[in-house]
């Protein structure tokens, strides 16, 4: 079983930079490809950006290419999502994710993930 614990968001500007942090707990994350995924009110769950287990390959949704990185430090057993020129249409729920997968095929839906973070809140304001 693996526990994800999300970090890091937060109430800032247009224009703003946040870095969002997924600790997890369990197992280790070297194993898994990681996921994060966002949800505005009254919206679906949207996929954000993804990383293999390797750490090699990472996926973006087209909205936050080039905006927002993703990245892990398996030492720290955590993942990253750093947020630059953050816009008011940033703002949502953002939840880290995580599946058993060692290679290099990219996730990016919902349904692929077995584990979830409980949400950070990241409100941009305009």
């Known amino acids: 079983q693996v526990q994800l614990v999300e970090s890091g968001g937060g109430l800032v500007q247009t224009g703003d930079s946040l870095r969002l942090s997924c600790t997890a707990s369990?197992?280790?994350?070297?194993?898994?490809?990681m996921g994060w995924f966002r949800q505005a009110p009254g919206k679906e769950r949207d996929f954000v950006a993804t990383?293999?287990?390797?750490?090699?390959?990472?996926g973006y949704a087209d909205p936050v290419k080039g905006q927002f990185t993703i990245s892990r430090d398996n030492a720290k057993n955590t993942v990253y999502l750093q947020m630059n020129s953050l816009k008011p249409e940033d703002t949502a729920v953002y939840y880290c994710?995580?599946?058993?997968?060692?290679?290099?095929?990219?996730?990016?839906?919902?349904?692929?993930?077995?584990?979830w973070g409980q949400g950070t809140q990241v409100t941009v304001s305009s």
């Open positions: 994710a995580a599946v058993y997968y060692i290679g290099s095929y990219l996730q990016t839906r919902p349904y692929q993930y077995h584990y």
């Open positions: 369990g197992r280790t994350l070297s194993d898994y490809t």
């Open positions: 990383l293999s287990s390797s750490g090699g390959r990472t």
